[in-house]
């Protein structure tokens, strides 16, 4: 089966049966008497399984499947791979923590119904206990899981899926996770409209609440084009995109406007800018003005470092990203990045001991002080109130299953321990600032703070070994009275095998898993893996260097003959001194064209630029 990024998909797979009507795609490689099919999503209309045995799987965004072993349209058995996120698409909640203590029993008891089921639909005997460690496994594609398990039950006898064919060619997969209420009846969202804001609606409170319009005041009306709406704000705020088809009661409920939608004069229809300047003259009422310190917009912002992206010509030019442009700017995140040279698995406690040392340094205080100014600091993962401080721990296992708990000190304790036995290959703790609904979804404009480790990683998906990250908004960095950057890479420096990194300041920092921000201007392969001895992943205001970065460069001479760094450091470690350079007092003053500069004097350690 072909993997891709955010499959959404049923899948049937069943003997001496004809295709399902609602079938696309049939593929190829299957036992005698067996046929494997790709439907769209179902999401919860009634489904045909048919008679005999058959595996019926829902697959939501690559990140779950739900796979059922029926006979006669009777369950036999059911797994998951992915189990918190389907849940969450279910509705439903879960303890991460208690599926991973029941997890090996859970996955012999399905394997054991798994090889009785096959043993009924005269399949080649299954071997148990492989099934049940392969049932433990988890996958970046969850379909994956499925399909190793077809191979395990012998009803997928080769990887061959050339010989699969479409059923329907023309068909369209629908977009699973577009929750909008259509309808065939009635106005749409199609064509360029505009209609006033109700100013004291439910709507608008919650369209202000979630998307952190507070500092913006009552603007007069709300624009949608074609189904993508914005506040008609000088200049406007982009909002979501509600489908064309969508019903104009409906959204105009959802967006607290009022009256009727009017259509926009084709003379001013002609664009967003056009279509909102004719809003503000023609269309509702202007309420409060906006606070004169209002969020920034990113098309208020210079496209270079450290505000945007890079200008055009140097990097690809994304100006043409309408939404991104008249979306609220994130603030800025202080950060860095720790490359290590090799995997840190027999390292752990060096490892648990630095996250912890960090999670004081910068979590402790941070929760405390919001707590002090009267936010809610809940004690766990779940029910987070508005404007609530959100605080979690991520993690991954040996067997690459995803998990999550609360980052109170009780779910951060398990996920230490698990770390120091050696079940976790990855872990992070975050920190978010839920929105008016409580969802930690866009948490503009207090940003967020993060603190990770990555032990081992799929040398598919990402290009470091291994390395610690940790990176903190402005606005929660200034509730961390302790500089903490020196403190943290020292003491990693002193007991792990760091041989590179950087130091930096932007709104949008790249860092760790898969490439860098330099790496995705460049257009490096997501698959084109380097050696963090001999490579840096692109300039920044401070850089790590090792002793094959220095030999490639031309020594540290090379680098103060460049008159472009401003300060040299040494930094001890167990396999001798890196060095630190750094370009400019504050990350601010290391500009573009510095920047710039430092590309062609650490060429040898960087991937080419596709024109150089």
């Avoid at 040996?398 to 951060?412: A, C, S």
């Avoid at 450091?569 to 710039?596: F, H, K, S, Y």
Wanted: net charge negative; glycine share 10%; hydrophobic share 40%.
């Amino acid at each position: 089966m072909e993997t891709r990024v955010g499959r959404w998909a049923t899948y049937i797979v069943g003997s001496e049966r004809e295709d399902p009507p609602a079938a696309y795609y049939r593929y190829g490689g299957t036992a005698a008497g067996w046929s494997w099919w790709e439907l769209p999503i179902s999401r919860g209309e009634p489904w045909d399984p048919g008679l005999g045995y058959t595996l019926v799987t829902h697959v939501y965004d690559s990140d779950a499947a739900v796979i059922h072993g029926l006979h006669d349209g009777e369950p036999q058995w059911q797994w998951t791979f992915g189990e918190s996120i389907a849940a969450f698409y279910q509705g439903r909640e879960v303890d991460d923590s208690e599926l991973e203590d029941t997890l090996p029993a859970r996955a012999n008891e399905v394997s054991r119904q798994i090889a009785a089921w096959a043993a009924g639909a005269e399949l080649p005997e299954v071997d148990e206990a492989a099934v049940a460690d392969q049932l433990q496994n988890g996958h970046v594609f969850a379909e994956t899981g499925f399909a190793e398990l077809l191979e395990s039950l012998r009803i997928v006898v080769d990887d061959s899926t050339v010989e699969g064919r479409e059923l329907v060619p023309e068909i369209v997969e629908p977009d699973a996770s577009d929750e909008v209420e259509k309808t065939d009846t009635g106005p749409t969202m199609e064509g360029v409209l505009a209609a006033a804001i109700d100013h004291g609606s439910a709507g608008w409170r919650e369209l202000v609440a979630t998307n952190w319009l507070h500092t913006f005041g009552e603007p007069p009306a709300i624009v949608a084009i074609n189904g993508s709406a914005a506040v008609a704000f000088d200049p406007p705020i982009s909002l979501s995109s509600y489908g064309r088809e969508s019903r104009r009661d409906w959204v105009s409920e959802l967006l607290g406007v009022t009256g009727e939608w009017q259509v926009v004069p084709p003379e001013h229809a002609g664009g967003l800018l056009d279509a909102v300047a004719w809003a503000r003259e023609h269309v509702g009422v202007q309420g409060r003005p906006a606070d004169e310190a209002r969020l920034p917009l990113n098309v208020e912002l210079p496209l270079d470092y450290p505000d945007g992206v890079e200008a055009p010509g140097r990097y690809p030019d994304i100006s043409w990203n309408e939404w991104w442009r008249y979306s609220i700017a994130d603030p800025y995140h202080a950060g860095f990045e720790l490359a290590m040279g090799t995997e840190l698995l027999d390292r752990v406690d060096e490892v648990a001991d630095w996250l912890d040392y960090a999670r004081s340094l910068l979590l402790t205080p941070l929760t405390e002080k919001y707590a002090e100014a009267g936010g809610k600091v809940p004690s766990g993962e779940r029910d987070v109130p508005p404007y609530g401080l959100s605080v979690t721990v991520s993690y991954k296992s040996v067997r690459g299953r995803y998990g999550g708990t609360g980052g109170d000190d009780k779910g951060w304790r398990r996920a230490l321990k698990r770390l120091r036995a050696g079940e976790l290959t990855s872990v992070s703790i975050g920190a978010g600032v839920a929105d008016g609904r409580g969802n930690q979804r866009d948490i503009q404009p207090w940003g967020g703070l993060s603190i990770g480790a990555q032990l081992a990683a799929d040398r598919e998906f990402y290009s470091l070994p291994a390395h610690l990250t940790v990176q903190i908004s402005e606005p929660m960095r200034a509730l961390v009275a302790k500089p903490f950057v020196e403190d943290l890479i020292t003491r990693a420096a002193s007991t792990l095998p760091v041989v590179g990194g950087w130091v930096d300041v932007a709104r949008d920092l790249s860092m760790g898993d898969g490439r860098s921000r330099y790496e995705q201007f460049v257009s490096l392969r997501s698959d084109v893996r380097r050696d963090p001895r001999s490579c840096v992943r692109g300039p920044a205001w401070r850089i790590l260097l090792g002793p094959g970065h220095l030999e490639s460069v031309g020594g540290r001479e090379a680098l103060e003959a460049s008159g472009l760094f401003t300060e040299f450091r040494e930094i001890d470690t167990p396999d001798g001194p890196l060095l630190m350079v750094q370009c400019g007092e504050q990350p601010v003053n290391c500009t573009a064209e510095q920047r710039a500069e430092m590309v062609r004097v650490l060429a040898p350690l960087l991937p080419e630029w596709p024109h150089r």
